[in-house]
């Protein structure tokens, strides 16, 4: 428990540092042009070690191509069962995030990063990571939609050989809101 709670408040205080470090709600281009678009995002999440959840991400460009993308939220998950297993599923709170770069040009994009999922609960995993590849569909405008659809597993799971205590589904999608 201890190693969930200094894994969260690092994660969270990277996030604060880097929304501080961001130039608020606007790029600046290499050739001194100054270009308005949203760098903050709900999203309503399915995948990434979560049934569902909610998330806050923010966006910080490097160039008009190139963006990064840092996300957390809070979600739940409930106990993998098999058929004949007649109980109700133990429920479980899930804190999905991820760092991921984007790659693309005006609203579509190439996705690729890192995610992880802390789950609270009596598990033998509490922390789960591995590599995430999607598609993005980014609004360039505030106020509008974004979307996502990807891929990830984690690597606890194929380096340890084990079985998900979880549903854990290695596709996802979410949608959001930019603003």
Same mark, same amino acid.
């Given at each position: 428990?201890?190693? @969930? #709670?200094i894994?969260?408040?690092l994660?969270?205080?990277t &996030?604060?540092? #880097?929304?501080? $470090?961001?130039?608020?709600?606007? =790029?600046?281009?290499?050739?001194?042009?100054?270009?308005?678009?949203?760098?903050?995002?709900?999203?309503?999440?399915?995948?990434?070690?979560?049934?569902?959840?909610?998330?806050?991400?923010?966006?910080? *460009?490097?160039?008009? !191509?190139?963006?990064l $993308? $840092?996300?957390a939220? &809070?979600?739940?998950?409930?106990?993998?069962?098999?058929?004949?297993?007649?109980?109700?599923? @133990?429920?479980? =709170?899930?804190?999905? /995030? /991820? &760092? +991921?770069g984007?790659?693309?040009?005006?609203?579509?994009?190439?996705?690729?990063?890192?995610?992880?999922?802390i789950? +609270?609960?009596?598990?033998?995993?509490? %922390?789960?990571?591995?590599?995430i590849?999607?598609?993005?569909?980014?609004?360039?405008?505030?106020? !509008?939609?974004n *979307? !996502?659809? %990807?891929?990830? #597993?984690? @690597?606890?799971?194929?380096?340890l050989? +084990?079985?998900p205590? @979880?549903? %854990?589904?290695? &596709?996802?999608?979410?949608?959001? #809101?930019?603003?």
């Amino acid at each position: 428990m201890k190693k @969930i #709670f200094i894994s969260l408040c690092l994660m969270i205080q990277t &996030i604060i540092f #880097f929304s501080y $470090a961001a130039y608020g709600q606007f =790029t600046i281009w290499e050739k001194g042009e100054t270009e308005i678009r949203p760098l903050n995002n709900i999203n309503y999440n399915m995948g990434e070690g979560s049934l569902n959840s909610l998330n806050y991400e923010r966006l910080f *460009f490097i160039n008009r !191509r190139y963006f990064l $993308a $840092a996300q957390a939220g &809070i979600g739940n998950n409930e106990e993998w069962q098999d058929e004949t297993d007649l109980s109700a599923p @133990i429920k479980y =709170t899930t804190i999905p /995030h /991820h &760092i +991921t770069g984007n790659l693309g040009k005006g609203r579509n994009f190439f996705e690729f990063g890192l995610s992880g999922l802390i789950v +609270t609960g009596d598990l033998d995993q509490h %922390y789960l990571f591995g590599p995430i590849l999607g598609y993005r569909l980014q609004s360039l405008k505030f106020n !509008r939609v974004n *979307f !996502r659809i %990807y891929v990830n #597993f984690p @690597i606890n799971y194929l380096v340890l050989f +084990t079985i998900p205590e @979880i549903l %854990y589904l290695p &596709i996802g999608a979410s949608l959001g #809101f930019c603003f």
